[in-house]
């Protein structure tokens, strides 16, 4: 485990909430050194499964959470995170958010010192996640505050950038073409595959070699297929074949137009 | 370098074509103890550098072409193929084309056994790629050479499947949804970010760890974001959002849509 330094102002760190994002955060500060202090969340079990990891106090009660930290992090869903917000009075503490649509506006009465760290990633509970190199996206009302809150980042992860409330929402419309949206495309390729008893995983060495393309060389470079190439008779051709399904072929054609305008 | 048994029906082979799949197929084949006897090719500077990478001979007239040999790989672009295909007559002698979308009976005039070996991935040229791992769906007109085809197809990959022409014109429709439109999912996402002065990169662990679940539990079982949670707020707000992007925006109430009825 490592050691902070005298300098680190966080130091004391309380969660409200034990679900995937706060349990993975949790035990990346932990390793990291930081003195985890209380676990809360409705639900016993998960309060009590968390605080023995990380070596905390845990509690069921939201009146029992304590202010006697350097931070605490507010690590629930969104709908959560609205139900609870006027119930919690924190004082001069520290308090950050996970959340990646949610303004950091939404803690202003929570306390008087607020941000956002938003963990770039899907977690599992079960599954360990090295925060190494996960994008830690950081914002702050203050300067001190937004200055702290980088450095306890930078400790747990090599990508950490400062960002706004506003930026933090482009982010999460990217992500839902990038990865929600991206997936579906996926989809609709097995639900194509399967009805002629053939396996997603044929595709997966190409699809994993499109998206290592795409970062590499962004995907407008990487860019391929008939849309590209404008091959009009591989296009109508597919279009034919998904005449049974309307609304694919209506992907498929608002997709093709748009690689060729972009 | 292996070494092939006697009892290996295909021994020799030559190719049609010198570009970026011819290149990384013959020298996986000749890699692994097949005889490569002569590289065709219209540039003749294409045709040495591949024929010096594997002991062959080349040339850059197809009446030289030599059908003495076991098998004859036909690896052009589409357009070529179809062009070079009339000019063509190799007899008796086993040829096969390379091609996703082509027809195995693009070859009926060529050869009286034909087949295609098909590997689903891109190349590029320079970059070496092993097909130890990779997809190659086979055909044949006739079961001798599709056994024989198969078999040299398993010397190269543990990834071997018999696939009609039309079960590969699926295929390739399926990877034009999994790989050209997630690619432009991508673009999309990079646009987004690109105007608010944010990097694609950001998004790179969480579109890897969604592809990865996709294959995993499949992309049914992997959709999330808030088209899926049915979450109207997001989604009025990202379609506000894009309002300046009529293209951008009716792809998002489109997939939208679909990820909702799929």
Do not use: W
Not at 76 to 102: C, F, M, R, Y
Not at 149 to 166: F, G, I, N, Q
């Amino acid at each position: 485990m490592n050691k902070l330094k005298n300098s680190d102002s966080i130091q004391t760190i309380s969660f409200i909430g034990a679900g995937n994002v706060a349990t993975q955060m949790a035990k990346n500060l932990y390793q990291k050194g930081f003195k985890i202090k209380q676990i809360y969340s409705r639900t016993e079990a998960s309060a009590v499964l968390l605080s023995q990891q990380v070596e905390a106090n845990f509690t069921t009660s939201l009146k029992e959470i304590s202010s006697d930290v350097n931070l605490i992090v507010i690590s629930v869903n969104d709908k959560a995170l609205i139900e609870i917000t006027p119930s919690l009075d924190l004082g001069q503490t520290l308090t950050v958010h996970t959340g990646g649509s949610i303004p950091m506006s939404q803690l202003e009465g929570v306390s008087s010192r607020i941000g956002v760290i938003y963990p770039l990633q899907t977690f599992t509970k079960s599954h360990d996640i090295s925060f190494e190199k996960l994008p830690l996206c950081v914002e702050a009302n203050n300067e001190k505050d937004l200055k702290d809150l980088l450095s306890l980042s930078k400790r747990l992860s090599t990508k950490v950038a400062s960002v706004s409330s506003k930026q933090r929402k482009t982010i999460h419309l990217a992500a839902v073409f990038a990865c929600n949206f991206s997936n579906h495309m996926l989809a609709i390729a097995d639900e194509i595959l399967t009805k002629e008893d053939l396996e997603l995983g044929l595709l997966q060495p190409l699809v994993e070699e499109t998206i290592t393309k795409a970062f590499t060389i962004t995907p407008k470079k990487g860019q391929s297929g008939p849309a590209i190439r404008r091959d009009d008779n591989v296009i109508n051709e597919h279009l034919k074949r998904l005449e049974k399904h309307p609304d694919f072929s209506d992907i498929y054609k608002k997709i093709s137009n748009s690689i060729q305008n972009i």
